[in-house]
């Protein structure tokens, strides 16, 4: 992340027929600039003389003669970020070492984007130049200053300074300075200076106002300033439009790079994923996503380039259906933030590849994890994953890779709980460093809430029949219909009531696959299905829910299913005809 500070550029040149002041507002960057990017990277024995061309600029050699044929030079770089430079230069130190010096880089106030957590936690220092129309300023005139968006912020304003710079607007020295001015002091959003006595105005002369911190109002997206002088007779004259000061925007935004889509293979009990040819973890992975792991990737972007506050620590909340952990758990069926961590792979990127392999992760980042505070909620819907190091660059990472690994079928031991059709969604959340920001409590920075980061499928139909009787009363019937071309094996899940003596379940339980490699046709599953249930709970009279899976199109399978009760006094029928949602 790189620091920035507000200054403001002054116009050049205005019309000397102009009878209106004129406002400007613009923004110098002191960040890292291109050519501080390039010179960073040389490594050559010429490497000064690459640097005074790259920044078009003549070197000083002074008493040193450069040697260009020897070992390669050392550059010492200044001002590539956060100098507040105005000038670039190439001095040598020794034949084959120099210092370069690097300007910065200017952006307008319209289109740079400045921190809104920064600016409600601390306020935007407002810098401007006002330029005098053809008439100037005369001596006890009144100067106002009326800010849009936000309210100024009186006790941090109290220094605030208006200097004459004269006609000429050479802010670097201060020879031409002709008047002064006293602050008034500040009313809501204006902020009134009177010219001092014995002031004789020049046209078109440059004023500096500074230090004004101004406090965004809630929902601001930007800060303006425009301004009006007002003689002793309450005439006003050099009345100026606004001008923005800044673009308020969340610091950081975030969206899915990868989105998981594990498939949950039901022949397989549930328990891992089936090859997914087309899974789209393999591309940024460099080792594709096994039948017991499924990747999501977020993406971040740092979107703000003034006041940004710096990331301190934060959490990744996933949220989605984590049951499958608890084939984590110990003896004690406990889940301890060492057994969640150890089933939750979390990696940082900060670039991507853009040679062959084409979109793999390329550069590790330095954000960290803390195993030891991984956290999941009773209910196994929240896993909370905290980042407690934003790492030496004290930057988010670019890229977030977060993979979930489950036990599989052949484990050991095995996995118990089947997987399910799920969706997760991820929130990051981040708080600020307030020693290094000098803000006086922590400030949230949230990057991103909800994004849809993966989901879960099965490979198959699923249809449920919630609800059917088994017993010596009931004349139960059950078909199952595949209309389209595909042969696939047919499993089944069941749940029970709690009555006719029998244990109530709250989970499903598997039957397993009943039929393998069913063509397409009509099908009785009754027979099968009784006979399973009845060894399965030592019975033969029951009431369940059902659910059948078939590995073929879900649009390509309907389960009818009906029960007649035939107890005395109480015939009645119950018809179904069930399908995948």
């Known amino acids: 992340m790189f620091k920035k500070t507000l200054l403001a550029l002054a116009v050049a040149g205005t019309s000397l027929t102009a009878t209106a002041g004129i406002l400007s507002v613009d923004v110098k960057e002191a960040g890292a600039t291109a050519a501080g990017t390039t010179i960073g990277a040389l490594a050559a024995v010429n490497g000064c003389a690459t640097a005074a061309t790259t920044l078009s600029v003549t070197a000083v050699t002074g008493a040193f003669t450069p040697n260009n044929a020897a070992v390669n030079d050392t550059i010492t770089i200044t001002g590539a970020d956060g100098a507040n430079t105005t000038a670039s230069s190439v001095t040598y130190t020794g034949t084959d070492a120099c210092t370069v010096v690097i300007k910065d880089e200017l952006v307008s106030s319209s289109t740079a984007k400045y921190s809104a957590e920064s600016a409600a936690a601390k306020g935007v220092v407002l810098s401007a130049t006002q330029i005098a129309g053809i008439g100037g300023f005369t001596a006890e005139d009144t100067i106002t200053f009326t800010v849009t968006g936000g309210t100024v912020n009186a006790q941090s ?45 020049k046209a078109n002369e440059f004023l500096r106002l500074e230090g004004v911190n101004v406090t965004p109002s809630a929902g601001a997206t930007e800060i303006s300033v425009s301004s009006e002088v007002q003689n002793t007779a309450n005439v006003k004259y050099d009345v100026t439009p606004a001008a923005k000061l800044a673009n308020l925007a969340k610091q950081y935004s975030a969206k899915v790079h990868v989105k998981g889509d594990g498939i949950v293979d039901v022949q397989q009990q549930r328990f891992q994923f089936a090859a997914n040819t087309s899974d789209s973890a393999n591309t940024f992975l460099a080792t594709d996503d096994s039948l017991t792991q499924d990747t999501f990737v977020v993406e971040t972007s740092e979107d703000t380039t003034l006041g940004n506050l710096t990331p301190k620590s934060g ?22 933030a060492a057994e969640i961590a150890s089933a939750i792979d979390h990696k ?11 979109g793999q992760h390329n550069v590790a980042g330095d954000d960290t994890t803390d195993q030891t505070k991984y956290a999941l909620n009773t209910a196994m819907t929240e896993l909370t994953i905290p980042l407690n190091s934003t790492g030496a660059d004290t930057d988010l990472d670019k890229y977030h890779q977060i993979s979930f690994k489950v036990k599989g079928a052949s484990a050991t031991p095995a996995a118990t709980v089947a997987l399910a059709e799920t969706t997760y969604t991820a929130s990051i959340n981040l708080i600020n460093d307030k020693t290094a920001d000098a803000t006086t409590a922590d400030t949230a920075l949230n990057v991103v809430t909800d994004a849809a980061v993966a989901e879960w499928t099965l490979n198959g139909s699923v249809v449920n029949v919630p609800y059917i009787p088994f017993g010596p009363n009931t004349q139960p019937i059950i078909r199952h219909t595949n209309k389209g071309v595909q042969t ?16 109530e379940t709250n989970t499903w339980k598997s039957l397993g696959v009943v039929i393998e490699n069913a063509k397409p046709g009509v099908r009785n599953l009754l027979d099968v299905i009784t006979q399973k249930l009845t060894a399965e709970l030592g019975k033969d009279q029951f009431k369940v829910a059902l659910e059948i899976t078939t590995n073929v199109p879900k649009e390509d399978v309907t389960v009818f299913a009906a029960a007649k009760i035939t107890a005395e006094g109480q015939d009645r029928l119950t018809i179904g005809a069930f399908s995948s949602k």
């Open 348 to 358: 940082p990127f900060d670039s991507i590849n853009t040679a062959a392999p084409i």
């Open 157 to 201: 304003s109290l220094g605030a300074t208006l200097k004459s710079y004269g006609p000429d607007g050479n802010i670097a020295t201060d020879g031409d300075r002709l008047g002064t001015f006293t602050l008034l002091g500040v009313v809501g959003n204006t902020i009134l200076f009177t010219v001092d006595t014995g002031y004789n105005g």
């Open 488 to 503: 696939g094996d047919i499993s089944v899940r069941y749940m029970v009531e709690g009555s006719a003596g029998n244990t």
């Open 315 to 336: 959490t990744i909340l996933v949220k989605g259906n984590f049951s499958w952990l608890s084939d984590y758990a110990g003896t004690d069926g406990k889940l301890s």
